[in-house]
């Protein structure tokens, strides 16, 4: 990858679809993540294409950097959590901020740095709360920046790699916050030592960050002043030159329509004429999988052990290939809507108000939405938006009830719930074997599935014991290994 090709498996989507297509939809989840403004990726995609072509990019090296730039944010929310907890605060929104200001003086007494902290922290706090957590964060041991960058550039990199992304892709998104100047990070490397293709997708990042918050002159000359600091000064001409032809912010302006970017974005993507194999497809779910995984400690690994789940029960019922394959890409996505919701909800040890409900509660919905836009996950995307409905219609988000719920929609439910059960939570522990069984026979009564719950209970010992690489497969040859990310196969250090 993956280079897309043509072979079949044993289920197949409804629809064709490129790995263009479904890139670009699922960036939407990654912005949502960073707190950026809804396009943000397909536009830093359009324009880093834009400026790879007038460096004379060769075509093998525009392909990787096409990648690059629609996955730059995929290690994103690995830092998340670590966000939220420094700064008390709606991790997406720090986010937002983080990007705007010059990293380079944060840690250092000035007053860019102190009006960042003090407006970002602990916001819903009193002053002395406010004080208080400012302090706790300067005093801590590290370098919060080093920390929250190196996560979400490694994390990236490792999913790159775990998707079969050439090399370059990966040290492209690694390399994201480098500076030329040798004073970015993780590596501080400097100058040449920065992989092309990361010194264009950084560009390209902020151009449409300043140009979306302050206009598009504002964004070339913020490029300009940090020629020779923060970015390549070739890339900076190549920016300048694509302006004075008017050939710069194509589909990238504020107010621009983000169908329109999209389309002209697929269509730039080198593998547009041939579809992906639905081997292709599956890996791409167990990426954003982990994405989805990494943005709370409590989540880390739910959506692989929900798919275990899954795909165990979904055996124990005989169900046909093509509803196995299905229900299993639902699991591996199903709480891709979670990527919207805050991590001082997530990590809440604390009971959470009905405001706060009411933000969980969307998060099926955000899901559909994001899914929606790809043909091949219509199915997949119904079945998302029903995991916590019920049959007695207690449910969420549209409270439907008995028959309105195909099996696949009631399997999944039963393997989130199973999952759940098995997993620690802010507000509680892991529960043991007995107890998970007492609990799902309570849900059996109205809420659940007694058929599905019995098919669960069936593969409870061996799902206890199953380790949370080895996820079954309808087929050796259909679906990929789900491995564990492992750190990336190279670590870029200066000469």
């Given at each position: 990858m993956p280079q897309p090709h043509a072979s079949s498996a044993p289920y197949t989507a409804r629809e064709p679809v490129t790995l263009g297509e479904i890139l670009s939809a699922l960036s939407v989840a990654l912005d949502i993540t960073e707190g950026a403004r809804p396009g943000h990726a397909i536009r830093t995609c359009m324009l880093g294409m834009q400026l790879g072509g007038e460096l004379g990019l060769s075509a093998p090296a525009m392909a990787d950097l096409y990648y690059a730039l629609l996955l730059k944010d995929i290690g994103c929310s690995a830092n998340a959590s670590r966000m939220a907890e420094a700064f008390d605060a709606d991790d997406q929104t720090v986010k937002q901020q983080f990007k705007l200001m010059d990293r380079e003086k944060l840690g250092k007494p000035n007053r860019e740095a102190l009006t960042f902290v003090w407006e970002n922290v602990a916001p819903e706090a009193d002053v002395w709360s406010r004080v208080r957590q400012v302090y706790r964060m300067v005093s801590s041991r590290g370098d919060l920046t080093a920390e929250v960058i190196g996560a979400r550039c490694e994390r990236g990199a490792a999913i790159l790699h775990k998707l079969g992304m050439p090399i370059d892709t990966c040290a492209a998104v690694y390399t994201l916050d480098e500076h030329w100047n040798g004073h970015g990070l993780p590596d501080r490397l400097a100058g040449d030592q920065i992989p092309l293709a990361g010194r264009i997708c950084s560009a390209a990042q902020y151009l449409d960050l300043f140009?979306?918050?302050?206009?598009?002159?504002?964004?070339?000359?913020?490029?300009?002043?940090?020629?020779?600091?923060?970015?390549?000064?070739?890339?900076?001409?190549?920016?300048?030159?694509?302006?004075?032809?008017?050939?710069?912010?194509?589909?990238?302006?504020?107010?621009?329509d983000q169908n329109e970017v999209r389309s002209a974005v697929v269509a730039l993507d080198p593998g547009s004429s041939l579809a992906l194999a639905e081997r292709d497809i599956d890996l791409i779910c167990s990426g954003f999988a982990d994405v989805v995984d990494a943005k709370s400690p409590f989540t880390f690994r739910h959506s692989v052990a929900t798919t275990e789940a899954a795909t165990l029960i979904s055996r124990a019922m005989d169900l046909p290939l093509e509803s196995t394959g299905m229900v299993r890409r639902a699991a591996l996505l199903h709480d891709i809507g979670m990527l919207s919701v805050p991590n001082t909800l997530l990590d809440k040890p604390e009971p959470l108000s009905s405001e706060e409900w009411a933000t969980v509660h969307r998060h099926p919905l955000v899901g559909k939405q994001l899914l929606s836009s790809v043909g091949a996950f219509r199915d997949v995307a119904t079945l998302v938006s029903q995991h916590h409905e019920r049959l007695d219609g207690s449910g969420y988000p549209h409270r439907l009830k008995g028959s309105e719920l195909a099996i696949e929609a009631r399997i999944l439910a039963v393997a989130d719930v199973l999952s759940a059960m098995m997993a620690s939570r802010p507000y509680r522990e892991d529960l043991h074997p007995g107890e998970v069984q007492r609990q799902l026979a309570q849900e059996t009564a109205a809420r659940l599935d007694p058929a599905v719950v019995d098919a669960a209970l069936s593969v409870l010992d061996e799902l206890a014991v199953l380790p949370l690489e080895d996820i079954p497969a309808i087929d050796l040859s259909a679906v990929p290994d789900l491995l564990l990310v492992e750190p990336p196969p190279f670590r870029l250090t200066p000469a």
């Open positions: 140009c979306q918050e302050y206009g598009p002159a504002r964004a070339l000359d913020t490029l300009r002043e940090r020629a020779n600091a923060w970015y390549d000064p070739e890339v900076v001409r190549a920016a300048e030159s694509l302006q004075q032809r008017g050939a710069l912010w194509t589909h990238c302006l504020p107010g621009d």
